[in-house]
Structures are given as C-alpha cells and as structure tokens.
C-alpha cells in the first residue's frame, strides 16, 4: 500500500531524533534525564538508538521537557467524522 504520510516507523523514529536534539540543546545527560524523569536509563538509551518506548515512559519524559501538552494535539475530538471513515471504507 502506498501512502504519501509516514509510516508509523518514520514517525517513532523522527520523534527520537528530535527527543535526543531538545535533550541536547538542555545539555542534560542520559542519565541525568532518566534520573529525573523516572524512566530506566536503559528504556531512554534504547529510545533514543532504536525509537522503541513505552507510552508511559515517553509520557513522563515529555513531562520532565514541560511539553506534555504537545500530546492534546493527538486524536482531537472535533475531527471530521466522515474523513476518518473514509479511511476504512476505501
């Protein structure tokens, strides 16, 4: 199937890209971040190198970045009811 929007794995993986780049830009370390966010050391390394995480975990590291707001933008309500089932009825 072709599509002209990412793939899931382009989307996981771009997030990880500018994850590691805002985490930078704060000059905070790995493990300073995973310490202070509640996330295992080894649950953000792997984020970062393979764009796998937890929900959660990704939840509480936007927390610690005071971007958990960002996330409202996600499966808003008012969306056009019609173009979502246009979707699956194609």
Not at 3 to 25: D, G, H, M, N, Y
Not at 72 to 89: A, C, G, M, P, V
């Amino acid at each position: 199937m072709y599509s002209l929007e990412p793939t899931p794995t382009e989307v996981s993986k771009a997030l990880a890209k500018k994850f590691r780049i805002v985490r930078k830009q704060l000059k905070l370390s790995q493990e300073e971040m995973a310490e202070r966010s509640g996330v295992s050391l080894g649950s953000l390394k792997r984020f970062e190198s393979s764009s796998k995480i937890s929900l959660e975990s990704l939840l509480k590291l936007m927390h610690l970045l005071g971007r958990l707001n960002e996330f409202d933008l996600i499966l808003r309500e008012n969306e056009n009811k019609d173009d979502i089932r246009k979707l699956f009825t194609q």
